[in-house]
């Protein structure tokens, strides 16, 4: 359509206006009934889409907090041109791998495209619900292909009234870590104010090009099968550029402390919060997370909050007895140097309370049927890939609606699921957007041979 071709438009109540707006389409609705209504028609408005750009607009001045940012043509195509590339090349049943490539090329344009063009968020996201909750992907596409066509309604978020939260862990392990990694990437360009992508521990050079650790399993070397040595490191890079901009947690209506591992130690100080940190605009794009000698005391602290958020574990119930004054203890799990954490109840119970959260949601371990609610309900971890290294492991999704958390679980031999249903304590919350724009564009050398981490 030519610019300026005025294009006829209806909205009657019955209808639900679906834009690339997605959000508070129904105010919407109402704003343009109630110009109808001024003008003396019925709710039934005849105009053009020039008309409906002035309400837009319009209703954006009057809701600054429901505006969203633009979404700028540079990034538009190329992430939908992943969606679809990735739906034409998706072959389950093909005995060969699941994906059919035919154009490379143009995949690793737009991906670089959209990990130069998608913004670094806040450290710190504050979210509402309806919200879908997903753990650990680690490029087990066929579940997240599976769990997303299942969430996301007439295949585009733009027809479906949710939102998406992925807690990290996108690539290694699994063999199709690209594909996932490029399927986040582009929704979320595509749908900045609806999907929202935390980082994990694998979102990060060090770990996601540990060839030695993870083999043919390792991200670095899945790029480098599909596009050879070279191009193969560029897009590599690419990658982790966009991880490094992710934020490291979330509070979904404010009550729910959503993160890949858990949650951080109290700072030297320990009357301050770590969390005040975290919201800091500032708060550094930190590439690697081991301590650097350079770091002043700031930088120290805020690495190893970073760190605590996507390495720890709950402590199992038998270490509860041997953790330190603050409920803390060392990780030898994860860690036999200890560096790591382990956090134990005190430590939630006073997280918890100090910040008014019910709960935490948080991913980074493998579960039987993909969730597991651990330390008297406080602790929900939800796992999203099944068959998860050679293990029988199912997974899960955890949808927060209405004041209620439910667990969708899907076994890996059927598509057998179940739900359930656990309350939380009800609340209104309005959704507050920020962008951290200190943006760092790092170039990264594949790690020598690295201690081994899980
Ligand atoms: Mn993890």
Known sequence: MADGEAKPFKISQKMLVVDERGVHTRRVVDVIQE????DGTNPMLVGTMADLNNVLERYESEYPHHARPEVSQAVHKPSQWILNYLDECYTPDNQDGVFRHTDIQTFAQCINTLCINVDPTTAMLDLQSPMYVLGDIHGNYKDLNYLSKNIVQFNSLKYSAVNLLFLGDYVDRGPYSVETAAWILAMRAKFPLRVNVLRGNHEFYSVNGDEATYGSGSFFAQCKE???????????????????????????????????????????????????????PVFPI??????????????????????????????????????????????????????????????????????????????????????????HARVITVFSSSGYCGSDNGSAAVFINEGKLRFILASRSANRKRTGAATFSRCD??????????????????????????
Do not use: Y
């Open 35 to 38: 110009q109808g209504n001024k």
């Open 226 to 280: 599909l596009w050879g040595p070279k191009q193969g490191e560029a897009i590599w890079n690419d990658f982790n550029t966009f991880f490094d901009g992710l934020a490291f947690a979330a509070v979904v209506d404010e009550r729910i402390f959503c993160v890949h591992g858990g949650i951080p130690r109290p700072l030297d100080d320990k009357s301050a919060d770590p969390l005040q940190l975290l919201r800091d």
């Open 286 to 375: 930190f590439t690697e997370l081991w301590p650097h000698d350079e770091d002043d005391d700031l930088v120290r602290e805020q690495r190893r909050i970073a760190s605590d958020m996507v390495w720890s574990d709950p402590a199992p119930e038998d270490h509860e007895a041997f953790l330190d004054a603050d409920g803390f203890g060392p990780n030898m799990f994860r860690d036999p140097t200890g560096r790591l954490p382990v956090f134990g109840s005190k430590a939630l119970t006073e997280f918890l309370q100090k910040h008014n959260f019910d709960f935490i949601i948080r991913a980074h371990e493998i579960k039987a049927d993909g969730i597991q609610i651990t330390k």
């Open 429 to 454: 919350s309005e959704f507050v957007g920020l962008v951290r724009t200190n943006s760092s564009i790092a170039e990264r050398k594949p790690p020598a041979a690295q201690k081994s981490l899980r």
